[in-house]
């Protein structure tokens, strides 16, 4: 990209090799924008875009880096785009992201992610110039017990819904291909485990924020299934620097690598209903009927993480409260909605945000 933010970061980052998988959802879309403005050669592997609109269209971001849209189900596809590709450094993001799509589909969600996962680090085997893996699963990869106390890195994993099991099982295939193969050959693998993440650009279905958009901008009701559950809430962004700081951290110390939670302090874990307050207020307007908290299929009431190793580890510390990341969000969906480039309202945030840095 043209516009491009010449930071104490960009210095690590410019002309390294990455690959990003799923660069065309809602996070990876913001990753590839952030590596394109610190001037990293990007190629991407994911499915074509999957909602209308799009961040990845809107932000017209495949004009910055190679984009190739693959599943990563395809074994000998995403090997032969690895090799091609010869990554430094490696982002994996695509997956099967949500829970109640698990619920419809649980065999696509484990061949996405279990598999999908799989494909990728087997074609890292033997890659000499690969040096750094950092593989996203999730804040539910934990064997829920529904208590109040944050969930360490070194708890036991689990999942009763079939996507949180499916990212349980991929942090084992993580460490398994780190352990038996991928550390040897001095490439660095970690796993990534991050709360849930809002801001702006993301319109996929059955997700808190998105709904309430679609809702409140077309003057409807929004409806909430949990209001009293309790998740780990904050802007896309915190987790991607988390991210970028660890890939970065490894390469210089590669026996880092394992696993790290990404995610506000534990104490700031907040309600479904909090948060849908904290946007109408920041939105303006908006209707909700909160419902009794027991619609739909099972899913956590209470999750939240302990996240001293990436504070201690990396020097990470949040900038933005969750009031600060909720008005953010809902300022990013008003203004795009009144007809500003996403692209622009993208880099702004990043802006404010590596200016705190």
């Keep these: 990209m043209e516009n491009l933010v010449v930071t104490e970061k960009s210095d690590f980052w410019f002309g390294k090799r990455v690959l990003l998988t799923g660069h065309t959802g809602f996070k990876g879309s913001w990753l590839a924008l952030w590596l394109q403005r610190m001037g990293a050669e990007i190629s991407g592997i994911a499915l074509a875009p999957n909602t209308s609109p799009n961040l990845f269209e809107l932000a017209k971001l495949s004009e910055g880096m190679d984009s190739q849209f693959c599943d990563v189900r395809d074994r000998e596809a995403i090997d032969k785009i ?100 991928l550390k040897q050959q001095g490439l660095a693998v970690a796993s990534a485990r991050a709360g849930n993440v809002i801001g702006g650009g993301d319109w996929s279905e059955d997700r808190l924020i998105p709904d309430a958009v679609r809702a409140w901008q077309s003057d409807e009701a929004l409806d909430i299934r949990r209001p009293d559950a309790i998740r780990p809430w904050q802007h896309v962004l915190e987790p991607l620097f988390g991210y970028l700081t660890l890939a970065e951290k490894l390469w210089h110390q590669p026996e880092l690598a394992g696993a790290f939670n990404f995610g ?61 990341a909720v008005s953010r969000t809902m300022d990013w969906y008003r203004d795009q909605f009144k007809g500003a480039e996403a692209l622009s309202l993208c880099e702004a945030d990043i802006d404010a945000y590596e200016s705190g840095l």
């Design 82 to 181: 690895v090799r091609r590709v010869d990554p430094e450094i490696v982002f994996h993001l695509a997956a099967q992201p949500l829970v109640r799509a698990s619920y419809d589909d649980p065999v696509t969600t484990f061949d996405t992610n279990v598999m999908g996962t799989t494909h990728v680090l087997d074609a890292l085997r033997g890659l000499s110039t690969a040096r750094v893996a950092v593989m996203v699963t999730t804040d539910k990869v934990y064997a829920n017990n529904e208590w109040c106390y944050p969930y360490r890195e070194t708890d036991t994993l689990g999942g009763h819904d079939p996507y949180s099991a499916s990212k349980a099982a991929s942090e084992i295939v993580i460490a398994s291909y780190r352990d038996a193969f």
């Design 264 to 324: 506000p302090p534990s104490h700031e874990a907040a309600t479904v209903r909090h948060v849908i307050e904290v946007a109408r207020d920041a939105f303006g307007q908006g209707a909700v009927r909160f419902g009794e908290g027991n619609a739909g299929p099972h899913e956590a009431g209470w999750l939240s993480l302990e996240t001293g190793k990436a504070r201690a580890t990396l020097g990470l510390n949040p900038q933005w409260n969750l009031t600060d």
